[in-house]
């Protein structure tokens, strides 16, 4: 829709000027004597400026045509042309084109013979498209231009589409068109009703809406803690590192790491622990979620970095109190092995056949590495039996086998043994007992269980529980003694490399940060003594396990297929006045022969 207004010409009457400057002449000349010759100075420098403008073309003024013009999608819009020297105007439309240069002259004549206008208005309805518009003006006679254009580019868009506000702070985004800006504000109508609720910054607020628009305005997050007046407010007690609140740490590849926050006593409400890890290789820094006080993790190659742990009460972040410390993990070179040498034990040497990689826990605390050599420990609580941190060359997919002694069926004895596999786990325990996320599984004999997305898969057969996981197999006797098979590929037989990754009982028979590798509580029914020795006698009746269980001399059973964990479980279980019981004996000559099994055959063919 086109709607015109109309003015006359603007043009200037040279003849006009003419006449204005013979009646400025006359009155000069009745001025006083002592005027006159400084009037007709400027008199005539006035006139001779005006005639020369009159004599010649007039030039043209601006055109009042905007350059950008914003609109939202759907709206109606206006787009004015306007020039204080034209004599006509016209829009042309983004779809049209615009004349050239002697049809717009032309077309200049012709308009100026229909009408004369100095603004020209066009109303454009439900805008949805945007594009190019083009203002003509055509100017009168006398004027050195005969016409002039000025473009107008009208956006048609949504100014808040893709203007990002805070909504969980409930800002909303309010857009001015004028000037083609966005910006996010806090527009909240809160009425005046008295309903009290103290928020998690310990905070009293008028009411719900009250709370929310104090977020949106101060940016602090809030969410309602209790209904009502805010309870007594009580600030934790907190522990700083050191004056900078900082530690440094430096651990090897396979240590057991335990970081505390530095929470003493906690607060009313409680307070907020955020931990962060800022990689040393510079890399984005993550957040560790699902951790309060204590932070613990087995140190590998790419722990090294920075742990950073945020105590924050009632949302007070200046007055939070960081500690971060500074861990550097050193690699280490695999180590040899050096065993303890009872009297009477021949041990294997660096050119044995060797068998499959099988590392077994004996009653009374022996554990036989998968060097064929064993180790008597004090065991209580949890141990790390074996692990690959770098399962496969994989950082994201480790995996850890744990064991967990008591003495309720004799001196050391393996009570249960947990798998985790990445982000799954579950446990063997005494009594055949298989449990997943604390909650027991079913098992019949002789039936595989799948568990979970672990990739493993469980039975029960002749009296073991038998574990099948991608990387190794174990074999529980639910009594006290268990059994770890390394898969090699294609199930090799020859002796296990420890890598960079491995680490425990199995690989470590007397290294490592923990001598015993014990995990978890150190203290009160947990706590050990890593100096207690160990039996260095040698019992006459225990040479009956230097022979394999199939009644084969040690001579043509190499040590890496017998190995002596059964002769030194023997030993300590009848070191000095002790004395094993049924069960340990039993225990003792079933895991013999399974351990011989898995050596010689690869699996075992258990016959109870």
């Not at 007709?40 to 013009?69: Q, T």
């Not at 190019?132 to 006679?141: E, F, I, Q, R, S």
């Not at 001196?411 to 604390?438: C, H, K, N, P, T």
């Amino acid at each position: 829709v086109v709607s015109t207004q109309s003015t006359g010409s603007s043009g200037i009457n040279a003849e006009y000027g003419k006449q204005w400057y013979q009646r400025r002449v006359r009155g000069a000349r009745q001025a006083p004597h002592f005027l006159e010759t400084r009037n007709m100075f400027r008199l005539c420098i006035f006139a001779v400026c005006f005639l020369l403008a009159a004599a010649s073309e007039y030039h043209y003024g601006l055109i009042n045509f905007p350059s950008v013009l914003y609109v939202k999608p759907g709206d109606d819009f206006e787009l004015p042309c306007k020039s204080d020297h034209g004599g006509a105007v016209r829009i042309f439309l983004p779809d049209e084109s615009v004349p050239s240069h002697e049809d717009l002259i032309e077309h200049s004549k012709r308009l100026l013979e229909e009408s004369q206008r100095t603004i020209f208005v066009m109303e454009i309805e439900e805008a949805s498209q945007s594009g190019v518009y083009t203002c003509a003006v055509n100017h009168g006679p006398g004027i050195a231009e005969v016409y002039s254009l000025a473009s107008c580019r009208v956006i048609v868009m949504d100014l808040c589409e893709e203007f990002e506000c805070d909504l969980q702070l409930g800002e909303t985004c309010t857009a001015d068109y004028s000037t083609g800006a966005a910006v996010c504000g806090c527009q909240f109508e809160c009425d005046r009703v008295f309903d009290p609720i103290c928020s998690d910054t310990c905070e009293l607020n008028w009411n719900e809406c009250s709370m929310k628009e104090l977020s949106c305005e101060d940016k602090i997050p809030r969410e309602i803690m209790s209904k009502g007046f805010c309870p007594a407010i009580v600030a934790p007690t907190v522990r700083h590192l050191n004056t900078d609140g900082s530690m440094d740490i430096v651990v090897e590849v396979g240590e057991f790491v335990s970081l505390t926050a530095g929470l003493v006593v906690d607060g009313t409400p409680l307070a907020t622990i955020e931990w962060k890890f800022f990689p040393a290789d510079g890399g984005e820094a993550q957040e560790i979620l699902n951790v309060r006080e204590t932070y613990e993790f087995t140190a590998s190659a790419s722990a090294s970095g920075v742990y950073e742990a945020k105590i924050v009460h009632c949302k007070k972040a200046e007055l939070a109190v960081i500690n971060r410390y500074s861990v550097t993990v050193e690699e280490v070179e695999p180590t040899s092995y050096v065993d303890p040498e009872p009297d009477n034990i021949v041990f294997p040497t660096d050119d044995y056949p060797g068998g499959y990689p099988v590392c077994s826990v004996f009653p009374g605390g022996v554990v036989e590495a998968f060097n064929a050599g064993a180790a008597s420990y004090n065991m209580a609580c949890s141990h790390v039996l074996a692990s690959d941190v770098f399962s496969g060359g994989d950082y994201s997919n480790p995996w850890f086998i744990y064991g967990t002694f008591d003495a309720s069926q004799g001196v050391g004895s393996l009570s249960a043994m947990i798998f985790y596999l990445g982000s799954s786990a579950f446990e063997v325990q005494r009594g055949w007992i298989v449990a997943v996320d604390g909650e027991k599984v079913v098992v019949e004999e002789g039936v595989s269980q799948v568990i979970g997305e672990s990739g493993c898969s469980v039975v029960f057969e002749n009296l073991h529980l038998a574990v099948d996981c991608p990387a190794f197999m174990a074999y529980y006797d639910g009594i006290m003694a268990g059994h770890i098979k390394i898969k090699g590929p294609e199930n090799t037989f020859a002796p296990l490399v420890k890598g960079r990754g491995n680490f425990g009982l199995c690989f470590d028979n007397n290294s490592g940060f923990r001598v015993n590798w014990q995990v978890g509580q150190t203290d009160g029914r947990c706590k050990i003594a890593n100096d207690a020795p160990a039996c260095t006698e040698v019992d006459a009746t225990c040479g009956d396990y230097y022979k394999d269980p199939l009644g084969s001399t040690v001579a043509e059973w190499p040590w890496g297929v017998t190995g002596q964990g059964a002769t030194v479980s023997c030993n300590e279980l009848n070191c000095g006045d002790d004395s094993p019981t049924d069960s340990e004996k039993c225990a003792l000559s079933q895991a013999h022969q399974v351990a011989a099994e898995l050596k010689n055959k690869g699996e075992a063919d258990i016959a109870m």
